[in-house]
């Protein structure tokens, strides 16, 4: 089977990691190829592999799949033994309602703090939507600690967790205080090995897409 997948520069490109961080944590074994963005030449190596422009993008055997949330449903058919929803189908259906928020919601956090690994203590306007968006993540995360063992947001890892990841590292970065009940799950995600790995690719990076560099 030809797996490759197509990602962007780690220090920026979230999306690329959610799909990078779910295979690795998977073991699901890959090619990886990655794109600078924000050059004269990335529309069209990127048009190489996907008419769409964007990474992350799977190549799975003759399939190409771009966007994040379809790569994930994608690889939970082909490997269902990894198991990438949660079994129990009330779970399940919890899992995929909040990567669905994920993947289509958050605006305001987007816009106003990028993802940016190699920084830190940047700090940005905390705006009411801001806000609105941080608060919204924390009670999902804090809902899942209550409901679900294992330090995982639904016990095990999940493609949930992958949606989320980028977000951990977004907090990090710009110095948001993540509430008691929510930090044990953060932690989780920082201890990762698949995450240590992805940050220490990302730290050795020199590109600097200057609309992503916010914060003072």
Same mark, same amino acid.
Not at 47 to 73: H, N, Q, Y
Not at 107 to 117: E, I, K, Y
Not at 122 to 138: E, N, S
């Given at each position: ?32 190829? $990655?794109? !600078?963005?924000? %050059?004269?030449? +990335? &529309?069209? =190596?990127? /048009? #190489?592999?996907? @008419? *769409? ?28 033994? $990894?198991? !990438?929803?949660? %079994?129990?189908? +009330? &779970?399940? =259906?919890? /899992? #995929?309602?909040? @990567? *669905? ?37 924390? &009670? ?9 063992e294992g330090g995982w947001l639904f016990g095990n890892f999940s493609i949930a967790d992958a949606m989320y990841a980028p977000i951990v590292l977004r907090l990090r970065t710009y110095g948001i205080e993540v509430p008691e009940a929510a930090r044990a799950y953060a932690r989780r995600l920082l201890e990762s090995a698949a995450l240590m790995k ?19």
């Amino acid at each position: 089977m030809v797996t490759k997948l197509v990602i962007g520069n780690k220090n920026y490109s979230s999306w690329s990691l959610r799909a990078w961080l779910l295979m690795r944590e998977a073991g699901i074994d890959f090619e990886e190829h $990655k794109i !600078l963005l924000d %050059l004269p030449g +990335t &529309a069209a =190596a990127i /048009a #190489r592999f996907s @008419s *769409a422009g964007r990474v992350p993008v799977l190549i799975l055997d003759k399939a190409t799949v771009w966007d994040t949330l379809a790569i994930s449903e994608t690889l939970a058919e082909r490997f269902p033994q $990894k198991n !990438l929803w949660p %079994l129990d189908p +009330t &779970a399940r =259906a919890h /899992a #995929r309602s909040i @990567s *669905a928020e994920m993947h289509s919601g958050f605006a305001v956090l987007r816009s106003q703090m990028p993802m940016n690994c190699r920084a830190s203590g940047r700090k940005v306007t905390m705006t009411d939507g801001l806000k609105a968006d941080i608060d919204r993540i924390f &009670a999902i995360w804090s809902d899942c600690g209550r409901r679900y063992e294992g330090g995982w947001l639904f016990g095990n890892f999940s493609i949930a967790d992958a949606m989320y990841a980028p977000i951990v590292l977004r907090l990090r970065t710009y110095g948001i205080e993540v509430p008691e009940a929510a930090r044990a799950y953060a932690r989780r995600l920082l201890e990762s090995a698949a995450l240590m790995k992805w940050l220490a690719a990302a730290a050795s990076e020199t590109e600097v897409i200057e609309a992503d560099e916010k914060g003072l």
